[in-house]
């Protein structure tokens, strides 16, 4: 690099910094708080794996594997891969632990970076974020309406509003390729107008070009044959239980009979979240059901079913309703003298173990530049400490707020402390 050269982060990662950190923290507890309600654990797989383990649940035929993933080859020439979502790697690990020997249903959920290697574009990022769940061992709608409630008990949490459900079923192995050849029918004679990545699907996914986000190819769905009407008796009562079931919890949803992953491992139900202000191509959540995934991994035949949510967009969508609060110190101490100094540590070490944040003033500075610091932090209170205070074991203190003073012995520190701030 030559010293004109700045480092800089890779184009599509970014640093998150405070004040939205804070943001991103207050996602974090939410998941934290709510899925373990609904007996969800948390799952940390590694940010790497083989290569072949998300070409095998991805599928070879997607953009994701095509063209997005960050694949190298490692010292022994095995080809890894940077995650570009969580579900493949919970599955392994499912399989790989045994876990479908623990007592079914198996719940978990993860939270961390995926990467892909997208055009950067305002809210894409090559690293991104994604909190979701996966639920091992059971096929009841029950089980989907259930993971759809909690996940709109998750959102309402984190303070969204305006957000809005949709579910779809996408079928089973028994009548999705009675579906899939009347799409393929459908495309095959408008094939010269479709864009050349939804030509090359056409033979190899065609469901794919259900997905595609190119206009014409968006256009020419009008009138395409929807799986709604292609459902075998079992995946229409499913699809009939989520949706009484979701009414009888109150949770409000729309049908929308396009919503149709063109990754391979879905089965039966599909849903998604999206926002009026972030617009419909911006999904902040989206799952469904993968009832053929965990066999594909050398498992046993384990319905199940998952979510994951952007994190990215979630931070978007509340910063867009105000920034947050940044925390403040709850006291400063400015001291004067050597002495004052060693007895203000003392000091500061009581209040962070009583709970409370405290800051100290800078050895070499003069009280005045003490009490300017503790004014740009917006300090609660300011404790002056000089050699009068240590001999008389009193603090004085300055409520910033208001500029109200006085003084407390040193001994009923931890009181003044609790009857005057609220903890964080
Ligand atoms: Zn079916
Ligand atoms: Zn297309």
New binding site residues.
């Given amino acids: 690099m030559s010293s004109d050269e700045r480092y800089q982060a890779l184009k599509g990662m970014q640093d998150i910094l405070p004040p939205d950190i804070y943001i991103w923290q207050k996602i974090e507890a939410a998941a934290r708080e709510i899925f373990p309600l609904f007996g969800f654990k948390e799952i940390r797989p590694p940010i790497v794996e083989l290569t072949s383990v998300f070409t095998r649940s991805i599928g070879e035929n997607t953009d994701i594997v095509e063209k997005e993933m960050y694949t190298f080859n490692d010292k022994a020439g095995r080809s890894i891969s940077l995650r570009p979502e969580g579900t493949a790697s919970v599955v392994r690990a499912y399989v790989e632990n045994h876990l479908h020997n623990l007592p079914s249903p198996q719940k978990f959920f993860y939270s961390g970076p995926m990467f892909r290697y997208e055009r950067p574009q305002s809210g894409r990022f090559r690293q991104f974020y994604q909190t979701g769940v996966e639920l091992f061992g059971s096929s009841s709608p029950k089980t989907d309406a259930e993971v759809i409630l909690m996940l709109g008990r998750f959102l309402e949490k984190i303070g969204l509003e305006g957000l809005s459900f949709q579910i779809n079923s996408i079928g089973c192995e028994k009548c999705r390729p009675g579906y899939k050849e009347s799409v393929t029918g459908f495309f095959s004679d408008r094939h010269d107008n ?2 050349p ?2 030509r090359r699907r056409l033979n190899l996914n065609p469901l794919r ?1 259900l997905d ?1 986000k ?1 206009g014409r ?1 968006v256009e020419m769905r009008n009138g395409a044959p929807q799986i709604i009407d292609y459902l075998c008796e079992d995946c229409k009562t499913h699809f009939d239980k989520l949706k009484s079931m979701l009414s009888a919890v109150g949770v409000k949803y729309t049908v929308n009979p396009e919503m149709v992953r063109g990754l391979d491992y879905y089965t039966r139900t599909t849903f998604e979240v999206t926002s009026g202000t972030l617009g419909a191509q911006n999904a902040v959540a989206a799952g469904g059901r993968y009832d053929k995934l965990v066999k594909a991994f050398g498992g046993p035949e384990t319905p199940a079913v998952g979510f994951a949510v952007g994190m990215e967009r979630i931070v978007e969508l509340l910063k867009r309703s105000g920034q947050p609060d940044l925390p403040v110190p709850d006291i400063f101490i400015a001291f004067i003298g050597d002495a004052a100094e060693t007895q203000s540590m003392l000091i500061a070490e009581r209040i962070r173990g009583a709970g409370y944040w405290a800051e100290l003033g800078d050895s070499e500075a003069s009280l005045k530049s003490h009490m300017r610091r503790a004014d740009r932090l917006s300090a609660k209170y300011v404790f002056i400490i000089g050699d009068e205070e240590i001999n008389s074991k009193t603090i004085k203190w300055k409520k910033l707020s208001d500029s109200e003073q006085g003084e407390t012995p040193i001994s009923g520190l931890t009181d003044f402390l609790l009857e005057n701030i609220t903890r964080h």
Wanted: glycine share 0%.
């Fill in positions: 479709l864009c990545d939804c070009i595609c190119v190819c």
